[in-house]
């Protein structure tokens, strides 16, 4: 005999129900995550440092934790301002998930952490996927990737609640053409907006930090258009369970096949 | 590749549904992919056929549901395809108030197994 089930289920409803959780959780100890999402190389760790730092000399209490298929290197260069970071190592898989990540802040997280920084494996395809329950997605590019790399990346540029361009100070050497890039982002994530950084030169430094403790204290958070679905395809039905699996399927349907 | 850990979601989730309900084997399972859902179909067919290995779903075929993108501008209510890469200021009126009105699905949409227990008549096939 064979039946015919319709089981309309998000393919990601278990991680985005630990996503879901996850952020929960953190917003009732007053710790917004920042998801940092770009291609490998773009700077995301030399800006994170800055922004690290700048938050301990405006006393402000933040953690990162930062991803990477191996080498505790971005650590070690992460922890040189001076606040709570840990490494997280995916042995070889390209993105992480709201689970995991949910794993590696027990017991490590401290208490009064206001911001808390992921910086994603770098990959601007997988961990595009992948909610992690952050309050705020922010996607890098640096002047060196070209100006159509939100065009060849839709889904990562489309999701993003803030957009960061990286490496300002060689932008002339490169040829990059600001205005084309930020055509190109609003083509795919209307309205978002997007900020000039160079790490060497000081531009746009605190713009992170000062977004991110924003929207922390509530400040209204872009709403990418690709989010903003007539229906939910990730949240339809009852939540499942974080922590086991499928626990509560008694309303799936049957129907003749 | 992220394809093997949504192929995996898949199975885990098909699996967690077909076991409590008595099913011996999945025979096949329908997903939805939409044209901005960040899935390549190929990639998920190759990933769900190893991701099955071992498992109720050991064979079953995935029937892939490719869901064309959708947008609806919020000012002058025109429907456009975002084609790819996505266009999604409204071509008409330069509109930002837009609505996608599908191409995000990743939803398994259906399951068929085989099960061993008598069920009630509707569910049944001949």
Redesign the interface.
Known sequence: ???????????????DACAHTLREDLAARGTALVNLLSSPGSGKTALLERELTLARERGIPVAALTADLATENDAVRLARSDVPVKQILTDG???L?AEMLGGHLKDWLPADTRLLFIENVGNL??P???DLGETLRVVLASVTEGEDK???Y??AF?LAHLVVVTKTDIAEAVSFDGEEFRANV??????VEVHLTSVRQGVGEGVLLDRALAARDGAPVHIP??T???HH??D?GEPQPCDE??AD?GT?A???? | ??EM??AL??V??????AR??G?TAV?SVR?QV?E????VPDALTFSFQLACAGTALEGADLDIEPVPAR?RCGACARIWPPG??????CPGCDG?D?????G?????????????A???P????R
Do not use: F
Request: charged share 20%; with cysteine.
């Open positions: 005999m064979c039946r015919v089930v319709d089981l309309q289920q998000a393919v990601l409803a278990k991680n898989l390209c993105h998930e395809v997988c595009a996927s992948y939100p065009l060849k839709p889904t489309g609003e083509r795919v994530n209307p309205g258009v690709m903003r679905t007539s395809v990730h339809d699996h499928s399927l799936v049957s129907s003749r096949s | 590749m992220h850990s949504i979601a898949v885990d989730q098909v699996d967690g549904a409590p309900a099913a025979r997903l939409g901005l859902a960040g899935v947008a790819m890469p996505p266009r999604l200021t930002t837009t609505e996608l009105l599908s995000r699905e990743l939803q398994i949409v259906r399951v068929c197994w085989h099960d061993t008598p069920h009630p509707i569910s049944q096939e």
